[in-house]
Structures are given as structure tokens and as C-alpha cells.
């Protein structure tokens, strides 16, 4: 980064290149997008709305990502693409849903998803910043099939460390690290990934602080297996996952204080989120308010603690638009410079202007909640309308032998899993029960009704059960919400 400081800006370091007029002419992100900024994303695993203490939790204390909120801004209704791993981080670095970019459930490690991997066409934010002459590497966790065309050096990433998808002891092979398609580290312990990661993440922050650079560093932590390593167990009050909780929050203690010791923290976009919401109903974790968690289409599944941070560059607070995971990637090519492709839709908006103010209105008219291929509701500002549907409809992840279709007016007994069964509608307004509890729908036939106009709209674009999509990219093998 040059060490040339503006008058106007005493905090912000700039090119030299750019004249005087260009700096008064243009507004004061648009200017920074000119430094090219660094961009770490930090993406937690099944990490729940109420996890955190900067959200409410009361059991686990996280100081180290805590400051990060304080000095950044806080986003309350920052809503990810899907309640499970692939999905989401499809959604995430691509900017489109899952429907679209062709991930729309889990990836596992069974034969038809052998060929199942992000498709070579897709393009990431990784794709748009190496064109910028930005170094990247992607750390942790990929789970977007790692088929070749599928790996991480095959969508952007100049480097990659990590493993294939979850670390699971019954599939030894999906323990070992790999440098990029190589593997160096055999049957790896689980408790040692985070601290291996978080060392590798800082040597790369070092190798490249003369020059910008992109870090996706998506740590296992809070998935399963629950293991903290032995320095961090009985160190808070939530019991084992709350332990957990802590571990990750020191690394990324770790990490943060790698950027201010060198010089860095006013050069990085730091972003930090959770890929859905917690397991509740296997693991534990927190969605605060909110009702259900991963697997489920309430807002418990979709809704996580997101902070981005700027230093000195955009202010600090708390934000309550409505946003999404797949506002990032064009928001990050804007600020770097980068141009979006032309021939193919992208589903995230540019919130560069949020960002200035740390407040503003929500670019969505509509944000879609998809489990798997089922469209399963539809959101619109403050208004949520759950659709109809069966257990037959659901993905195999939410398939619950004891549902039963529900008809009545209130929730408080709903299924971790969220809604398995509906036999009509059910309409929510978020901004005084964001926990979903009471049914309005009978109150606002309207609001309904143009919802359910939308959902017919949507399937035709991107598809259901039964109905493929005129813009829906779909995956390489038959019965896509079955597991067999």
C-alpha cells in the first residue's frame, strides 16, 4: 500500500495516480475502491444467531469477535442462501442462489454426488480479484465437491489449504489436509485444525501485506464433532459447545491481532458470519429469538451473527436492513475495481452505499428460503410467508417420520427442524415476532396474496420439486433431495 495520505481524508492512504479532482468528484467508498482493499472473510460453521455475546448470548463470552462487531458494524437481519454448508457457500462466493449456481443441497461423500462439485462455469469472488492482481488462497473447509473443475485452484483461489468438506472419522480419507490438489497431512486430528489454519492464515496475511489480497478462511468450528481443544474445555458456562464457541474466538483473536501488528487493520475488509444456524437439535447452539435452526427454514436456519469491519473507514454501529451472504461479491468486486460478468445473473446487490452510512434501506424486494430444491418461503421486508408443503417435499436432511401437517395459529411447539408439513400459508411479520410464532395471514390477505403471485413467479425461474427452472442449474444426478 503507498504511504501517501490525503488532506481530506488523513486516515485513508491512496494511490498517488489518481488527481485531485477524481478524489472531490467521487464519494468516499468510491474513492477507497481506488486503494484496492484487502478482504478476509471469516466464515464460522453452524454458528447460531445467539451464539455469540455481541448477540445476546449470556453463557459464552467472545471477546475477540465482540471487538470485531464494536468496531465494525453489527447486522441484525443478515440472512444466508440455505440453512446447510454447500449451499450457503455456494451462494456466498458466487452471488447466486443455490438454484442458480447448481449446489442446492449438501454434498456428501456418497456415490451420486461423485461428479456433484461447483460447475467450472461459475464464477467467485476469488474469479473476480485474481483479475484485479489480488492474491488468494482459501483456508479450512471447501465442501463444494472436489472433483477436477471443483476445487478451490479451479475457481480463483491461487492457493488452497484444508480439507475436502467435514472432517468425520468415519471416512479417514476426508481428514487429510491438502496444499492445493496434493495431500500433506495425513488423518489429522480435528482438535489441531484450527490453531494449523489460523497459523497458515497469518503467514499468508504476511507474505502479501505489500500487496492486496483475498483470504476465505472457513473454519470447521462450530460443526461437529464438539471438540475443543483441552485448553479451552470447562472455560465457559454452555457446556461443552459453549467451550467450542470460545476456542473459535480466540483464533480469531489471533487473526485480528496478526493484521493490527502489521499495519493492516486500515488496508482489510474483515467479514465475519456463520454459514446457517446452529444444530440444535443434534448439537446445541443458540438462535437467540429466533425459532428452528439448521435444516429449517425459519429464520433460526437462515439468519447469523454477521459483522464487517472497516477501520477507520466506515463507521461503527448496529445495521437492521434486511441483507444477504450473496450482497458480498458484488459489493467486494465494487470496492476492489472489479467488473461483474455480464452474461449471467447475479442475485446479490451491491450495499457499498450501507456500508458508507451504516444504514440504509434493503436493495431486496424479495429474499427466497429454499430447503434444498423445495421453495419453502418467501420474504418481503418485514413480511414472511411460509408455503404449503409436504414431507415428501423436503430434502433428506429434514425429512421427520412424526410430522404431521400443521393448521393452526401458533407455533411455540414447532419442531427444531422448523415446518416439515403445511397444509396452507402462514404469514409472519418480522419486525415484532421474529420468532415466528403467530400466523397473521388471515389479517393480510393481501400481503398473502401477492407473496403466493411471487412463488409461482420464482418456480418458473428457478424451480421446485417437479419443476425445473428456466435459469435453474441442475445438478448431475437424479432424486436430488434424497440421500440414496
Wanted: aromatic share 10%.
Amino acid at each position: 500500500m503507498s504511504p501517501f495520505k490525503t488532506h481530506l481524508f488523513p486516515s485513508l492512504t491512496i494511490s498517488i495516480k489518481p488527481v485531485l479532482l477524481a478524489l472531490l468528484c467521487c464519494s468516499y467508498l468510491s474513492c477507497i475502491a481506488q486503494e484496492k482493499p484487502n478482504v478476509i472473510i471469516l466464515f464460522a460453521d453452524d454458528l447460531g444467531y445467539g451464539d455469540l455475546s455481541s448477540f445476546g448470548a449470556q453463557d459464552v463470552k467472545t471477546p475477540h469477535i465482540d471487538e470485531l462487531a464494536s468496531e465494525g458494524i453489527r447486522f441484525t437481519d443478515f440472512q444466508v442462501a440455505s440453512s446447510v454448508c454447500s449451499p450457503s457457500r455456494a451462494a456466498l462466493l458466487t452471488g447466486r442462489y443455490p438454484m442458480r449456481c447448481g449446489f442446492p443441497v449438501a454434498q456428501g461423500k456418497i456415490e451420486k454426488h461423485k461428479d456433484y462439485g461447483l460447475h467450472p462455469d461459475e464464477i467467485t469472488i476469488a474469479d473476480l480479484l485474481l483479475k484485479e492482481d489480488y492474491a488468494t488462497m482459501a483456508i479450512g473447509k471447501w465442501h463444494l465437491g472436489f472433483n477436477v473443475g471443483a476445487q478451490p485452484v479451479d475457481h480463483g483461489f491461487q492457493q488452497f489449504y484444508g480439507l475436502q468438506s467435514n472432517w468425520h472419522k468415519s471416512h479417514p480419507e476426508l481428514d487429510d489436509v491438502y496444499n492445493n490438489r496434493e495431500v500433506v497431512k495425513e488423518n489429522v486430528a480435528f482438535e489441531s485444525l484450527i490453531g494449523d489454519y489460523t497459523q497458515k492464515a497469518i503467514a499468508y496475511i504476511e507474505e502479501n501485506k505489500e500487496n492486496p489480497f483475498f483470504l476465505y478462511l472457513a473454519y470447521h468450528s462450530v460443526h461437529s464433532p464438539i471438540m475443543p481443544n483441552d485448553a479451552f474445555k470447562g472455560t465457559s458456562k454452555g457446556s461443552l459447545y459453549g467451550d467450542f464457541v470460545q476456542e473459535l474466538d480466540h483464533y480469531v483473536g489471533e487473526l485480528l491481532n496478526a493484521l493490527s501488528e502489521n499495519g493492516l487493520d486500515e488496508d482489510t475488509l474483515v467479514i465475519f458470519l456463520s454459514d446457517n444456524g446452529p444444530a440444535i437439535c443434534h448439537f446445541g447452539g443458540s438462535a437467540g429469538a429466533l425459532n428452528g435452526g439448521k435444516y429449517s427454514t425459519m429464520e433460526g436456519g437462515f439468519r447469523i451473527p454477521a459483522i464487517i469491519r472497516w477501520k477507520g473507514k466506515i463507521p461503527s454501529g448496529t445495521n437492521n436492513t434486511l441483507l444477504s451472504s450473496m450482497d458480498l461479491l458484488p459489493t467486494i468486486a465494487n470496492l476492489a475495481g472489479a467488473k461483474l460478468p455480464d452474461d449471467r445473473t447475479i442475485d446479490g446487490k451491491d450495499i457499498t452505499p450501507i456500508l458508507e452510512s451504516g444504514q440504509g434501506t434493503s436493495p431486496h424486494q424479495y429474499l427466497y428460503y429454499y430447503n434444498g430444491i423445495n421453495l419453502q418461503a418467501i420474504r418481503k421486508g418485514k413480511w414472511k410467508l411460509h408455503l404449503p408443503r409436504t414431507v415428501e417435499d423436503q430434502p433428506f436432511w429434514s425429512k421427520n417420520d412424526n410430522a404431521k401437517p400443521f393448521g393452526g395459529k401458533n407455533l411455540k411447539n414447532i419442531s427444531c427442524k422448523g415446518l416439515e408439513a403445511l397444509k396452507r400459508p402462514l404469514l409472519f411479520n418480522l419486525d415484532n415476532d421474529m420468532g415466528e410464532l403467530t400466523d397473521i395471514s388471515d389479517a393480510h390477505p393481501e400481503v398473502v396474496k401477492e407473496l403466493l403471485l411471487e412463488a409461482e413467479r420464482v418456480r418458473a425461474e428457478l424451480g421446485d420439486v417437479g419443476q425445473v427452472g428456466s435459469d435453474q442449474r441442475v445438478p448431475p444426478f437424479d432424486d436430488i433431495q434424497e440421500k440414496f
